[in-house]
């Protein structure tokens, strides 16, 4: 039952009994005044509580018209608003930076024939070296005038990435898991397929004794890299083929060199592509006199030499690990620097490689739709970098790896052809 009306009736109860009484009629008029009282506060009483209603009604109804006016323009005004305190929170992408320097900073090896080697007139040259001229050809920048090669040393390449010493590191920098997940740093484009091997002085033992095999390099000194990938590579050969030798740690390639022609280390251990440019250089500058050397057949590992970026560094990264990909695909297609002008565009995917921009770079530096073409003017396709770094640079660009001619390391039958020479050069699809 209502409790306004209990109450009335209990009033009204009140004041049938009060007017039964005998007494002080004062006592009685006193009593009728309260009830008049609390009869008045009751009607103020309801008088609030529609009011109140009232008002809840009315807060209700502007909440769900404040809910249908939240339309789809207000949504999107919101999501702009979020996005942009998104961008504005964001790191600055290295690509903004570069462009905004005016200069690309690359990280290099010192001095490595085929991958960076610098001549007498300290001209450059080498398969990292045409890698980061076509980044500078991409994104718009001179290939020859705008890139800073900056030396990253092993042990501290990792840190001047980091520290933005450098925009890029292209550095016969193998790809492992603990680089990847715990050095800031995020692999692109594999520019080469290299395998570690072991380089040795005849006069420990000749090759036809050795059989031309590192199997024969008991009680050898072997001159190694400190902190390199090369030397944990060699301890886990040693464990598992049973050769027993002595390491002799080196902090760089020149007191390896040293080491080595001193005959303070009977071998050395590195990448083929960089025994085979140590053999190169030592037999034609005469500094190991009379010694010959020679290099094992064997290969320790594997060494997929990669370009390195910073972690969440996206948009520049995808441009990195894209212009390698844009090399190998006009190798695929046939189209070099001295035809991709010519190139038959009425092929789409011809069209899209020359003529699309295939969204990279960032809002306020997309690349241009051309700069595929950029790449090939300056550099042309992987074959023809290739064939610079390690042959006599008269590869035509699309007759395949038993073109080339003069190469100091065949490309022919190993991982670093085409994919469909059977080797590992392959490129995911551009479009």
Same mark, same amino acid.
């Given at each position: 039952?209502?409790?306004?009306?209990?109450?009335?009736?209990?009033?009204?109860?009140?004041?049938?009994?009060?007017?039964?009484?005998?007494?002080?009629?004062?006592?009685?008029?006193?009593?009728?005044?309260?009830?008049?009282?609390?009869?008045?506060?009751?009607?103020?009483?309801?008088?609030?509580?529609?009011?109140?209603?009232?008002?809840?009604?009315?807060?209700?109804?502007?909440?769900?018209?404040?809910?249908?006016?939240?339309?789809?323009?207000?949504?999107?005004?919101?999501?702009?608003?979020?996005?942009?305190?998104?961008?504005?929170?964001?790191?600055?992408?290295?690509?903004?930076?570069?462009?905004?320097?005016?200069?690309?900073?690359?990280?290099? @090896?010192?001095?490595?024939?085929?991958?960076?080697?610098?001549?007498?007139?300290?001209?450059?040259?080498?398969?990292?070296?045409?890698?980061?001229?076509?980044?500078?050809?991409?994104?718009?920048?001179?290939?020859?005038?705008?890139?800073?090669?900056?030396?990253?040393?092993?042990?501290?390449?990792?840190?001047?990435?980091?520290?933005?010493?450098?925009?890029?590191?292209?550095?016969?920098?193998?790809?492992?898991?603990?680089?990847?997940?715990?050095?800031?740093?995020?692999?692109?484009?594999?520019?080469?397929?290299?395998?570690?091997?072991?380089?040795?002085?005849?006069?420990?033992?000749?090759?036809?004794?050795?059989?031309?095999?590192?199997?024969?390099?008991?009680?050898?000194?072997?001159?190694?890299?400190?902190?390199?990938?090369?030397?944990?590579?060699?301890?886990?050969?040693?464990?598992?083929?049973?050769?027993?030798?002595?390491?002799?740690?080196?902090?760089?390639?020149?007191?390896?060199?040293?080491?080595?022609?001193?005959?303070?280390?009977?071998?050395?251990?590195?990448?083929?592509?960089?025994?085979?440019? @140590? @053999?190169?250089?030592?037999?034609?500058?005469?500094?190991?006199?009379?010694?010959?050397?020679?290099?094992?057949?064997?290969?320790?590992? @594997?060494?997929?030499?990669?370009?390195?970026?910073?972690?969440?560094?996206?948009?520049?990264?995808?441009?990195?690990?894209?212009?390698?990909?844009?090399?190998?695909?006009?190798?695929?297609?046939?189209?070099?620097?001295?035809?991709?002008?010519?190139?038959?565009?009425?092929?789409?995917?011809?069209?899209?490689?020359?003529?699309?921009?295939?969204?990279?770079?960032?809002?306020?530096?997309?690349?241009?739709?051309?700069?595929?073409?950029?790449?090939?003017?300056?550099?042309?396709?992987?074959?023809?970098?290739?064939?610079?770094?390690?042959?006599?640079?008269?590869?035509?660009?699309?007759?395949?790896?038993?073109?080339?001619?003069?190469?100091?390391?065949?490309?022919?039958?190993?991982?670093?052809?085409?994919?469909?020479?059977?080797?590992?050069?392959?490129?995911?699809?551009?479009?």
């Amino acid at each position: 039952m209502n409790r306004t009306i209990v109450f009335c009736m209990a009033l009204m109860l009140t004041a049938v009994s009060l007017s039964g009484c005998t007494g002080d009629d004062t006592e009685l008029n006193t009593a009728n005044e309260r009830i008049a009282e609390l009869e008045s506060q009751v009607e103020n009483d309801q008088e609030r509580i529609a009011g109140l209603e009232s008002e809840a009604e009315a807060d209700e109804a502007r909440y769900q018209k404040l809910m249908a006016d939240f339309s789809d323009d207000l949504e999107e005004e919101w999501y702009s608003g979020y996005l942009q305190g998104y961008a504005e929170g964001a790191p600055v992408s290295t690509l903004d930076t570069i462009m905004e320097r005016g200069s690309m900073r690359c990280g290099v @090896k010192s001095d490595q024939y085929g991958m960076n080697y610098v001549d007498s007139n300290g001209a450059r040259s080498g398969l990292d070296i045409e890698y980061c001229r076509a980044i500078a050809a991409a994104i718009g920048i001179s290939p020859d005038d705008d890139i800073e090669y900056i030396p990253a040393s092993g042990s501290n390449r990792f840190y001047s990435l980091a520290d933005g010493t450098i925009d890029v590191l292209i550095r016969t920098t193998t790809w492992t898991t603990s680089r990847d997940a715990g050095l800031n740093a995020d692999f692109a484009g594999i520019n080469f397929y290299d395998g570690q091997g072991i380089m040795v002085r005849s006069d420990f033992i000749t090759a036809a004794d050795a059989s031309n095999s590192v199997y024969g390099l008991d009680g050898a000194n072997i001159c190694v890299g400190t902190g390199t990938t090369t030397e944990g590579n060699l301890q886990d050969w040693s464990s598992h083929s049973g050769v027993s030798f002595t390491t002799v740690n080196v902090g760089s390639s020149w007191e390896a060199d040293e080491e080595f022609i001193n005959g303070g280390c009977d071998a050395i251990t590195g990448d083929m592509s960089f025994l085979v440019a @140590k @053999k190169w250089q030592m037999e034609n500058d005469g500094s190991m006199g009379d010694v010959d050397i020679w290099i094992g057949q064997e290969l320790l590992s @594997k060494e997929p030499l990669a370009a390195v970026t910073r972690d969440y560094d996206t948009e520049w990264n995808e441009i990195v690990s894209w212009v390698w990909y844009a090399m190998v695909t006009a190798e695929e297609m046939g189209i070099s620097s001295t035809n991709y002008g010519s190139a038959d565009t009425s092929d789409p995917s011809v069209d899209r490689l020359l003529y699309s921009n295939l969204g990279l770079g960032t809002d306020a530096n997309p690349l241009p739709s051309t700069w595929v073409q950029n790449v090939l003017d300056s550099v042309g396709n992987y074959g023809e970098a290739y064939d610079r770094s390690f042959c006599d640079g008269s590869y035509d660009g699309f007759g395949g790896s038993d073109a080339m001619t003069g190469c100091l390391i065949s490309r022919s039958g190993t991982y670093n052809a085409l994919v469909s020479e059977g080797g590992l050069q392959y490129a995911p699809p551009m479009r």
